[in-house]
């Protein structure tokens, strides 16, 4: 009972926080103000994750989250009467780390694909092997198909450019760490790629990797949808 009442207690300082920080009341740091708009490049907290849901609704504030990303962007036409519409959708053509390609995401999937390369990719590439990754090979994004490509069943995250399937990441020196060929060893390399999938899982909602299933054998899913899944 004891525990109930501190936890209520809690609780209500926070909630009263929140309050007092979105009426101006309070005074605090924009990192840990609930409202103030996500800051890429600023250190993840406990309020990363309510931030970045903050975003799947608000265009505005994740086009301010995105501003501060690095990224470079170009926004896409709606696509409203298509079999598998795409609102405020942007092309990701890159930014510190280059890609193979460019890609179709929701702003909520760029500014998260932004998240993770400062705070998890290069993190770890320096942890590692004391160098940057220098470009992120990918599979694609947007799919306008059902999961695993099904005749029937629910539509994939792939279809509303909320995922990325990313294969390997090629090193400052040249060299390539695939998740195919590196994921099953036991070397620097399949440490990098498990230091990678795990710090992903603070940043997307679902990260599927090899010890997914053998579906997932040469790449890491990655997506911002509704369900919470780290393997």
Request: charged letters at 20%; hydrophobic letters at 45%; proline letters at 6%.
């Amino acid at each position: 009972m004891r525990f109930r009442w501190w936890l209520l207690l809690v609780l209500s300082i926070i909630a009263a926080a929140g309050v007092g920080a979105w009426r101006g009341w309070l005074v605090v740091p924009p990192q840990w103000n609930p409202w103030a708009p996500l800051d890429v490049k600023a250190t993840p907290n406990l309020l990363t994750r309510y931030k970045l849901m903050r975003l799947r609704d608000d265009p505005q504030l994740c086009a301010q989250a995105l501003s501060s990303s690095g990224l470079r962007v170009a926004p896409q036409a709606d696509s409203p009467d298509a079999k598998c519409p795409l609102t405020n959708a942007l092309r990701v053509q890159g930014g510190e780390v280059a890609l193979s390609s460019s890609f179709l995401a929701s702003c909520r999937l760029a500014v998260s694909f932004a998240l993770f390369e400062h705070h998890v990719l290069q993190p770890a590439a320096q942890t590692v092997y004391g160098q940057a990754v220098s470009r992120v090979d990918h599979l694609g994004s947007f799919a306008c198909r059902n999961v695993y490509g099904r005749e029937n069943g629910r539509r994939s995250q792939h279809a509303s450019a909320d995922a990325l399937d990313i294969a390997a990441f090629r090193l400052a020196d040249g060299r390539s760490i695939s998740v195919l060929k590196d994921w099953p060893k036991d070397n620097q390399d399949a440490q990098f790629l498990r230091q990678i999938r795990d710090g992903a899982c603070d940043i997307f909602s679902v990260v599927l990797s090899p010890d997914y299933n053998a579906a997932h054998r040469n790449h890491f899913h990655v997506d911002v949808g509704p369900w919470w899944v780290c393997r």
